[in-house]
């Protein structure tokens, strides 16, 4: 496609449940990241891909978060047992290979845990 | 850590009126800055991107300065319209970026 897709576009958790929330970057984008936006602030940096290698992940909240990207293409964030803290819009983004460059972001996932 | 700041956090204006937004960051090593806009429920769309090397970049009724000895970003928007009422983001690349909080704008008819 022509711009970074997510899907879903919203995603209702009861609190405790296990969510995956998908990136699917611009065709030949080596770079893919992923932040997350409370209500009301600026995005936050989750995560860094550079094609499959996971360069760095110094921005998720705990060890119940984990993202990866197999084939060096989609992204999967994974949040297992979801709490309600968690309830924000996960932004991802995906540029060329080069730290200079802009990066595109998508629509974003909102998460809502109850 | 890279802090931005952004000031004010709200503002709100008569139609035709100029816009300034203020955009302040603490590590100037940095690739370039991003300026963004975003509405409500919706993803980013970036505005500008000023390269470190750079002082200033102008895409239509906005320009956006950079001074990175100061720390310091300027968007301006000018004779503001109805549909300019967002939220702007400043975004510092230094690989990844580091966002401000945005200023809320209302433009009013």
């Known amino acids: 496609g022509a711009g970074v897709s997510q899907s879903p576009r919203y995603k209702v958790a009861k609190r405790g449940q296990d969510v995956a929330l998908r990136c699917d970057p611009i065709?030949?984008?080596?770079?893919l990241f992923w932040y997350q936006q409370a209500l009301g602030q600026g995005p936050e940096f989750l995560t860094y891909?550079?094609?499959?290698?996971?360069?760095?992940k110094s921005g998720l909240p705990s060890d119940r978060f984990f993202a990866e990207r197999p084939e060096g293409s989609v992204s999967t964030l994974k949040i297992q047992r979801t709490q309600q803290e968690d309830s924000a819009v996960y932004l991802c983004?995906?540029?060329?290979?080069?730290?200079?460059?802009?990066?595109?972001f998508g629509d974003g996932t909102r998460l809502s845990i109850l | 850590k890279q802090e931005v700041t952004q000031i004010p956090a709200a503002l709100s204006v008569p139609e035709g009126e100029n816009l300034v937004l203020n955009c302040s960051f603490t590590?100037?090593?940095?690739?370039?800055l991003q300026w963004f806009r975003q509405d409500p429920g919706k993803g980013l769309t970036s505005l500008l991107l000023?390269?470190?090397?750079?002082r200033e970049q102008t895409s239509g009724r906005l320009n956006a300065s950079l001074d990175k000895s100061s720390g310091r970003s300027t968007l301006y928007i000018a004779a503001s319209q109805p549909g300019d009422s967002a939220t702007y983001l400043c975004?510092?690349?230094?690989?990844?970026?580091?966002f401000g909080a945005g200023t809320t704008v209302t433009v009013r008819a």
């Open positions: 983004a995906s540029s060329h290979n080069r730290a200079d460059q802009p990066q595109h």
């Open positions: 065709s030949g984008h080596v770079s």
């Open positions: 891909f550079q094609n499959e290698a996971q360069l760095d």
């Open positions: 590590d100037s090593a940095i690739y370039n």
């Open positions: 000023i390269q470190s090397s750079q």
């Open positions: 975004a510092i690349n230094d690989y990844k970026l580091s």
